[in-house]
């Protein structure tokens, strides 16, 4: 994606009636804010700022030695969000080096803001603090070497979404026992989702959802990877106190007496080479749904849910896979078609490449995760349509096991791509509201049933389902009712099927 198309697709998330403010490493506080006379500092701007407003942040090194607060008076809207954007094409690094022990780099107590675009380095605390705020989202940001958890969301923050943003090298010092990747825990709200994300060589967890003040709530993960936690950067262990869980999914103090619930929902994520466990309960006693996971490699376990659940939950695994590494599930677990169980025998045959360094490669222009060939299954593996049907967007007769799915099952007796019967082109603009423009083209006459999905692989919209002639097709979508976040639209007919992803804003 070139820098036009980029400044285009940033545009469409806000709406340029609204005024923009500016802020550059070499601006000063008193100028007017505008991209020829920038403001000097962040705090400024959102001072200045109000509901739909726009503030752009230029490249370079913005130094800070106090936290950015960002209060709940200055919110945003539902209908009006605060936007908080890298500027088009440059990428600005917020540090807080300079910081005490203690200090937070952004403070997030506000609703309905958008952060995009801002990598957060050393804070005294955490990189990214979301207390208390609820409905915001914070896409394509990097949080890393700070003194804790990369981001945390407590004190009742809900219904926030984290798209795309990595978490990586924070850990506190000297005990080395707390800071994670994300840690949507302690007095966390529900409704948290995360799309894409990437935590590693956090001295911690991965994802921590440990629980203290919290209970009965619910965190998605969706595409998420995390690899190598319990470790410092130069890959030194500081001890027994850095956990190194890839997912841990909530419990309480002392084994949890009080039977707190954090209800963890994983989509198609990926945790290996974790000094501890690459999924872990801990001592969470809420429901657990792990669909078309991959755990590779974690030292004491790829898997260890084995504490009994809460009167009325339940723990569901289907379509899991493991190599080199532990199955520790509990006799009461929901099971079906995981990698593990009759008739399958899972070797390193089965993969392209187990080449874990792969993981941390650069991510797209779009800032989505890069495409590699790490845990993806080799042409001729039984894993690739070995899976149940449980409602997520598959490729072929039936999903994969792992969480990556193969391209081979989009083929036509797995010829080349090129050899494909349709064409299904990326929806544009994207993110888009309200509408948005899906384009594809048939080479043949045929079925065809073009659909959207939330991301628990749930319907939302059947755009097309029935026989056209061959030609190019475009239609408009606008979805009414949906709430804000990530989709998907697949297109399937009778050669094969192929799915896109698309971002609504409100």
Not at 155 to 160: E, I, P, R
Not at 281 to 293: E, I, K, Y
Not at 481 to 493: E, H, K, P, S, W
């Amino acid at each position: 994606m070139n820098k036009v198309i980029l400044f285009l697709a940033i545009l469409l998330a806000v709406n340029p009636s609204y005024p923009q403010w500016y802020v550059a490493t070499d601006g000063k506080d008193e100028n007017p804010g505008t991209i020829d006379q920038p403001l000097g500092t962040i705090p400024k701007a959102i001072s200045l700022s109000a509901p739909g407003d726009t503030i752009y942040v230029r490249g370079g090194t913005h130094l800070y030695k106090s936290a950015i607060t960002i209060s709940y008076s200055q919110s945003g809207t539902e209908t009006q969000r605060r936007h908080l954007f890298a500027y088009p094409g440059e990428r600005p690094l917020l540090d807080f080096s300079q910081s005490d022990l203690g200090v937070k780099g952004i403070s997030l107590r506000g609703n309905y803001w958008y952060i995009k675009g801002l990598d957060v380095k050393g804070a005294g605390d955490n990189g990214l603090e979301i207390n208390g705020g609820s409905h915001n989202i914070i896409e394509w940001c990097t949080f890393f070497e700070n003194r804790d958890s990369g981001v945390q969301l407590s004190n009742l923050a809900a219904h926030n979404q984290i798209i795309n943003c990595d978490s990586y090298y924070n850990a506190d010092p000297p005990d080395w026992g707390d800071a994670d990747g994300f840690a949507p825990k302690l007095a966390v709200g529900t409704g948290n989702y995360f799309y894409g994300c990437r935590a590693w060589d956090n001295c911690d967890d991965g994802w921590d959802g440990y629980l203290r003040g919290g209970n009965d709530v619910t965190t998605t993960l969706e595409n998420c990877w995390t690899w190598h936690n319990g470790y410092l950067p130069d890959g030194t262990n500081p001890g027994a106190q850095a956990n190194g869980n890839g997912f841990k999914m909530g419990g309480g103090d002392s084994g949890n007496s009080e039977r707190l619930m954090h209800h963890f929902v994983l989509h198609n994520c990926v945790a290996f080479d974790n000094k501890n466990k690459g999924f872990d309960q801990n001592n969470n006693v809420g429901s657990m749904t792990l669909l078309n996971c991959s755990g590779f490699r974690n030292l004491e376990a790829n898997y260890r849910i084995q504490k009994t659940l809460n009167e009325g939950q339940s723990l569901i695994v289907k379509n899991g896979l493991s190599l080199y590494g532990a199955i520790q599930l509990g006799s009461f677990a929901i099971q079906e078609t995981n990698s593990w169980m009759p008739p399958f025998v899972v070797t390193a045959d089965d993969f392209l490449s187990l080449d874990g360094s792969l993981a941390s490669a650069p991510r797209q222009a779009d800032g989505s995760l890069p495409e590699i060939d790490f845990l993806h299954l080799s042409a001729g593996s039984d894993l690739i349509d070995g899976g149940t049907d449980v409602g997520l967007p598959y490729l072929g007769k039936a999903p994969d096991l792992g969480a990556f799915e193969s391209n081979y099952a989009t083929l036509v007796a797995h010829h080349s791509a090129s050899q494909l019967e349709f064409t299904l082109l990326q929806n544009y603009p994207n993110p888009f509201n309200p509408g948005t423009t899906i384009a594809y083209s048939l080479h043949k006459q045929g079925q065809v049933d073009l659909a959207v999905y939330n991301l628990s692989g749930q319907k939302v919209a059947t755009l097309v389902d029935g026989e056209q002639a061959a030609g190019a097709y475009r239609l408009q979508w606008r979805p009414n009712g949906l709430a804000a976040g990530m989709y998907f639209y697949r297109l399937q007919t009778q050669d094969g099927a192929q799915i896109k992803r698309l971002i609504l804003q409100r």
